[in-house]
């Protein structure tokens, strides 16, 4: 997308998967993103090169997904000031439990906000670098405003279906 204003890295091609609904979101919401396959350990140099540049870029928020070790989020943050939002991607020995503590385990001074494990995480992670571009750009508020109140109809409308 041009002009991106939320980068997504993602360790491994093979956790695209469990982004789709977030990527669903962004574009539903006009927020224009770009995603990019970045390893903390078998490309550090890169994904540092990224997270530093990323501001330079018209970048305002990080997401870093990875699985098992999942230090993307944390190299990302080691070389960027703007927030960053981790992702534990599902899967691998633990079954993402790894991936959660490698994330949300981070030293003072190099915060990451961790989500939850997988797709449930993706979207709720989108939804909050949405929520931190509002607080500059009107119409991504509108976004989320519209966003939240389609989710009430939703179960408004099961309820009343349930109760008819």
């Known amino acids: 997308m041009a002009n991106p204003k939320i980068g997504i890295c993602l360790g491994s091609k093979s956790d695209l998967p469990q982004l789709e609904n977030a990527q669903k979101l962004l574009k ?23 997270a530093s540049g990323a501001r330079g870029r018209g970048i305002k928020v990080l997401i870093g997904m990875a699985g098992v070790a999942a230090h993307l989020a944390g190299a990302l943050a080691a070389h960027s000031d703007l927030p960053v939002l981790g992702i534990p991607a599902a899967g691998g020995p633990l079954s993402g439990f790894d991936a959660l503590l490698a994330t949300v385990q981070m030293p003072p001074g190099v915060p990451v906000a961790t989500f939850a494990v997988g797709k449930m995480g993706a979207t709720n992670a989108a939804l909050f670098a949405c929520q931190i571009i509002a607080q500059t750009e009107p119409e991504v508020q509108q976004g989320i405003v519209d966003y939240r109140a389609a989710m009430r109809a939703k179960v408004q409308a099961a309820d009343a279906e349930l109760n008819s």
């Open 28 to 50: 539903e919401m006009g927020v224009p993103y770009e995603v990019r396959i970045l390893s903390a350990h078998r490309t550090p140099g890169r994904a540092a090169e990224y």
